[in-house]
T-cell receptor, first 116, second 109 residues
Framework: GAVVSQHPSWVICKSGTSVKIECRSL??????MFWYRQFPKQSLMLMATSNEGSKATYEQGVEKDKFLINHASLTLSTLTVTSAHPEDSSFYIC????????????FGPGTRLTVT | RKEVEQDPGPFNVPEGATVAFNCTYS??????FFWYRQDCRKEPKLLMS???SGNEDGRFTAQLNRASQYISLLIRDSKLSDSATYLCVMNTGFQKLVFGTGTRLLVSP
C-alpha cells in the first residue's frame, strides 16, 4: 500500500518558537494532502486541505497565519506552527490522497508536539 | 450536535466474544463511510469501507443504514490484537473526512 511519512515523529519546543512538520508521500504523487490535529481522547479534526501549487484551504476556526501550510511539490507538504503555545501541544497527522488510486487517504504516522 | 457520534466505551470483552459498535451521523448528504482502527498514539488505519449492502472482511462486518443514519461494525471471535479504538468516519464530499471520537475496545484473555 501507499506510504506516507512524517518528520519529526515527536518534537518538544519552547513557547514562542516555530516548528515545521513535514509530510511526504513516498511512493505516489499527492495533489491533495490533509492536515489533522488530535487532542487526547478527542477525534481527529481536519485543520486544512493542502493543494499542490495553490493556497491551502483552512477549516473554520483554524488560524491560517498561525498554521502555515506549504505544498510545493507533489510529494511534500509542510505545516509550520508559528509562535507555538502550550495549547498547541497535540498530535498532528497528515494524510495524502493518491489521485490515481481512487479516493483512499493514506495517513502518516503523526507528529507529537509538546510546547513547554 | 456532533456530525458523527460514537459511544466512547470502553467495551471490555473476553477473547472469542462477538462485539458490535454503532455510530450515528447527522449529515444525510454524506457520501461514504468507513471504519478506521487507531492504536494508542498511532495514526488511524483503514479497517473497511461501509456499504448499504453490507461489507464483510473475515471476522469484521460493517453495515450502513441510510434511513436511520447509522453505521455498525461487528467483530466476531475477538482477538487480543483487536484491542484498539475504532473510529467511525464519513466522507462529506471533496474527500473531507469527519471522524468520530472513537469507541475503545479492550479484549481480555
Amino acid at each position: 500500500g501507499a506510504v506516507v511519512s512524517q518528520h519529526p515523529s515527536w518534537v518538544i519546543c519552547k513557547s514562542g518558537t516555530s516548528v515545521k512538520i513535514e509530510c511526504r508521500s513516498l511512493d505516489f504523487q499527492a495533489t491533495t494532502m490533509f492536515w489533522y490535529r488530535q487532542f487526547p481522547k478527542q477525534s481527529l479534526m481536519l485543520m486544512a486541505t493542502s493543494n499542490e501549487g495553490s493556497k491551502a484551504t483552512y477549516e473554520q476556526g483554524v488560524e491560517k497565519d498561525k498554521f502555515l501550510i506549504n505544498h510545493a511539490s507533489l510529494t511534500l507538504s509542510t505545516l509550520t506552527v508559528t509562535s507555538a503555545h502550550p495549547e498547541d501541544s497535540s498530535f498532528y497527522i497528515c494524510s495524502a490522497r493518491d489521485h490515481q488510486a481512487g479516493n483512499e487517504q493514506y495517513f502518516g504516522p503523526g507528529t507529537r508536539l509538546t510546547v513547554t | 450536535r456532533k456530525e458523527v457520534e460514537q459511544d466512547p466505551g470502553p467495551f471490555n470483552v473476553p477473547e472469542g466474544a462477538t462485539v458490535a459498535f454503532n455510530c450515528t451521523y447527522s449529515n444525510s448528504a454524506s457520501q461514504s463511510f468507513f471504519w478506521y482502527r487507531q492504536d494508542c498514539r498511532k495514526e488511524p488505519k483503514l479497517l473497511m469501507s461501509v456499504y448499504s449492502s453490507g461489507n464483510e472482511d473475515g471476522r469484521f462486518t460493517a453495515q450502513l443504514n441510510r434511513a436511520s443514519q447509522y453505521i455498525s461494525l461487528l467483530i466476531r471471535d475477538s482477538k487480543l490484537s483487536d484491542s484498539a479504538t475504532y473510529l467511525c468516519v464519513m466522507n462529506t464530499g471533496f474527500q473531507k473526512l469527519v471522524f468520530g471520537t472513537g469507541t475503545r475496545l479492550l479484549v481480555s484473555p
